[in-house]
């Protein structure tokens, strides 16, 4: 049987490959509020907060997670603990409204490699989603799934370079496992103004689904060492139509 041709299988190796070249030859800080992670572990005995608000629509239909809470914290040096709590909405291509609690994720950073001036620091970061929210409803996958990625960061002067990606593993009905993986690109323009762009990939996690590359552009606000605002929005450019867009508030201590 002929396999149905996928777009994204001739774009997400190629981001992939050449995230990894970029990092390996060549840094402000990854995450939120973009798709590609950095490898920086929360500091030693600190919390890093956020209070956000995400979301992707496309083909008439919307997933929103908001507000929510991302919870960051430093129990070990070069290691975070991470936990996401998030209030979902989801509605329209055909499907009814339904808003609830979602997936709550749980996850682990751990930096096994510092940045050194021939190598980028890297970090291992595993995460479990459980299946809290309401998957008849459409809040929740229904079953527990996995993502496991590695994620690298090159500074050079006032630019920061991350990249990386992994596989996610789902089991639930209807579902797929699939790879992912980005390229960001940040400067700090001042001590409070950082923007950044990046290249982003992810294969096709439903049955029916084709994955998506998109780009997506964004920018951390620092009022001071303490608090900050938090944006990105992008649109995918090959595969599967998707809008997506995040702001948070950001708070540390």
Do not use: C
């Not at 900050?228 to 929005?233: D, E, H």
Request: negative net charge; glycine residues 14%.
């Amino acid at each position: 049987m002929n396999r149905r041709f996928n777009p994204v299988d001739r774009y997400l190796p190629t981001v992939i490959l050449l995230t990894v070249g970029l990092m390996l030859t060549l840094s402000a800080i990854a995450g939120p509020p973009y798709l590609t992670d950095d490898p920086e572990p929360t500091d030693y005995q600190h919390w890093e907060n956020y209070l956000y608000t995400s979301g992707v629509s496309g083909g008439g239909a919307y997933n929103i997670s908001g507000p929510a809470a991302g919870i960051n914290y430093g129990p070990l040096p070069d290691t975070q603990f991470s936990a996401s709590i998030p209030l979902v909405s989801v509605g329209g291509g055909g499907t009814s409204a339904a808003t609830g609690l979602g997936d709550i994720q749980l996850s682990v950073k751990y930096r096994f490699l510092h940045e050194t001036n021939g190598w980028p620091q890297l970090a291992f970061f595993p995460a479990v989603n459980f299946p809290t929210g309401d998957a008849n409803r459409g809040l929740g996958n229904g079953r527990a799934w996995y993502q496991l990625p590695l994620w690298l960061q090159k500074s050079f002067g006032a630019w920061t370079v991350d990249a990386g990606g992994g596989a996610a593993l789902n089991s639930a009905p209807g579902t797929r496992d699939y790879a992912y993986g980005g390229w960001l690109v940040q400067r700090d323009l001042s001590e409070h103004l950082s923007l950044g762009g990046e290249v982003y990939a992810q294969g096709p996690d439903l049955a029916n689904d084709d994955g998506y590359v998109a780009l997506n552009f964004g920018g951390i606000y620092r009022f001071n060492e303490h608090y900050s605002l938090l944006a990105s929005a992008g649109h995918s450019f090959v595969g599967d139509e998707h809008l997506l867009w995040y702001f948070a508030f950001g708070w540390n201590w």
